[in-house]
């Protein structure tokens, strides 16, 4: 299945910044999801937002979604070292509850 | 909630073996079950879908037949590599949905080596 792209592929900041990565997809889709990877671990579900959806929050965590632009950004603020992950962002353009994932970005957060 | 394990969460198998994983959804009945693989800093690739009770649905150019999935009740799917190579060491992770059939949760992964 095609993947959507992920930018930037690695991002490394300083402890307290804002990370801020993004996603772009190339089909129409229901919902986009962004997930946390730790190294060698599973996936942690972060977010949904519906295509009917602009931006949500969830804590330090700022979502937006542009269906004009197939794109969504994912908004980390006042990072801290424990954020240190990849983060996926996954969309439903697959069909019948399939995901398909980006390519992910390495987040370093630096102490 | 919505909790999913995997055993084992690593295995060493020599070539030519089989490997059974075992994937749960501990606290929520899991309508379809997905496997995943993933290689090194690289993202996931789905494998197949499976739902209880039918026969599994696998992505193109995934082989059905060396890579079996069994999800006999709501609550359990089991992948088997069978024949296992080298080139299907890997990171396999195992996902759930339950009613609500949009999000899905992710089990911890298990580490595939094959020698």
């Known amino acids: 299945s095609q993947q959507g792209e992920e930018d930037p592929q690695a991002l490394s900041i300083q402890e307290g910044e804002n990370a801020t990565m993004n996603c772009s997809y190339k089909?129409?889709?229901?919902?986009l999801q962004w997930y946390r990877q730790n190294s060698g671990r599973g996936l942690v579900h972060l977010i949904l937002?519906?295509?009917?959806?602009r931006e949500k929050h969830s804590g330090r965590l700022r979502v937006t979604l542009d269906t004009s632009k197939k794109s969504s950004s994912l908004l980390i603020t006042a990072s801290r070292a424990a954020d240190t992950a990849s983060y996926f962002c996954a969309t439903d353009e697959g069909g019948a509850q399939k995901l398909v994932f980006g390519q992910g970005t390495r987040l370093t957060i630096n102490p | 909630g919505a909790v999913v394990s995997q055993h084992p969460s690593w295995v060493i198998c020599k070539s030519g073996t089989s490997v059974k994983i075992e994937c749960r959804s501990l606290?929520?009945?899991?309508?379809?079950m997905f496997w995943y693989r993933q290689f090194p800093k690289q993202s996931l690739m789905l494998m197949a879908t499976?739902?209880?009770?039918?026969?599994?649905?696998?992505e193109q150019g995934v082989e059905k037949d060396k890579f079996l999935i069994n999800h006999a009740s709501l609550t359990l799917s089991t992948l088997t590599v069978t024949s296992a190579h080298p080139e299907d060491s890997s990171f396999y992770i195992c996902?759930?949905?339950?009613?609500?059939?949009?999000?899905?949760?992710f089990g911890p992964g298990t580490r595939l080596l094959v020698l």
């Open positions: 089909t129409s889709i229901n919902n």
């Open positions: 499976s739902n209880e009770g039918s026969k599994a649905t696998y």
């Open positions: 996902s759930a949905t339950g009613t609500d059939q949009e999000t899905q949760y």
């Open positions: 937002i519906r295509s009917n959806e």
């Open positions: 606290d929520f009945q899991a309508t379809t």
